[in-house]
């Protein structure tokens, strides 16, 4: 019930097409959901988040599509660059109750020029 | 630098030794958590903290883990009797708030002999 499944677990992509990662959860009382980027030996950068009264939001080159019913979101990069390549989390919270972010297991991008 | 700051970036320590980890939130944010990512997988959540306070523990387990945020310096999460398991990255994360929105450190890289 806490947990954040995530796929696919790797991902080729051309340079200028279209980068789709899913994700799914279990547990309703997930009131926020946040993607974050992660390069090698750093630590994970908010990327952009969703809240379940907004079916989608788009900042620049990302958007994420948010399905309530089905329970699932994901992230979707337009014209994807070589410098896109990294490997991407998707996360959930409760706002109003635990505070703590629950994780999937990743997808690593790679965006072939 | 405004970010989250985490200290040591790399520590190498041999079995049953002590390992101190640091994480300096960013300015003007209270709120303190810290997660673990083993190799290829995602972050787990291991304690959310207040100054002075443990909001959340769930996630670190039960023995030889403990961390703290004092009233006045760094958040510490403190490893004792270190074993090969132990080794993973740590991550620290802030947030103004008890909201959702919480910014990575850099991360401390344990290796255990």
């Known amino acids: 019930q806490q947990q954040v499944k995530q796929s696919p677990q790797s991902l080729i992509v051309q340079k200028g097409g279209i980068s789709i990662i899913n994700c799914a959860y279990e547990n309703t009382a997930f009131d926020y959901f946040p993607w974050y980027q992660q390069f090698p030996g750093k630590g994970p950068a908010l990327l952009i988040a969703?809240?379940?009264?907004?079916s989608e939001k788009k900042e620049g080159r990302f958007t994420i599509s948010f399905n309530k019913s089905a329970k699932q979101f994901s992230l979707h990069i337009m014209d994807s660059q070589p410098g896109d390549s990294a490997t991407y989390f998707c996360a959930a919270s409760g706002i109003q109750g635990a505070q703590k972010l629950v994780f999937g297991q990743g997808t690593r991008l790679t965006i072939n020029p | 630098n405004a970010g989250v700051m985490q200290n040591p970036r790399h520590l190498v320590r041999r079995r049953g030794q002590e390992a101190r980890l640091r994480c300096s939130p960013m300015?003007?944010?209270?709120?303190v958590y810290w997660y673990r990512q083993l190799p290829e997988e995602g972050l787990k959540f291991m304690v959310y903290?207040?100054?002075?306070?443990?909001?959340?523990e769930s996630g670190m387990p039960k023995e030889r883990f403990s961390a703290e945020f004092p009233k006045e310096g760094p958040s510490i999460l403190r490893i004792q009797q270190v074993v090969r398991g132990d080794s993973a990255a740590y991550f620290c994360?802030?947030?103004?708030?008890?909201?959702?929105?919480?910014?990575f450190g850099p991360g401390t890289r344990l290796t255990v002999l």
């Open positions: 903290l207040q100054k002075e306070n443990i909001i959340d």
């Open positions: 300015k003007g944010h209270s709120h």
């Open positions: 994360a802030s947030s103004f708030s008890g909201g959702a929105e919480q910014f």
């Open positions: 969703i809240r379940p009264d907004v």
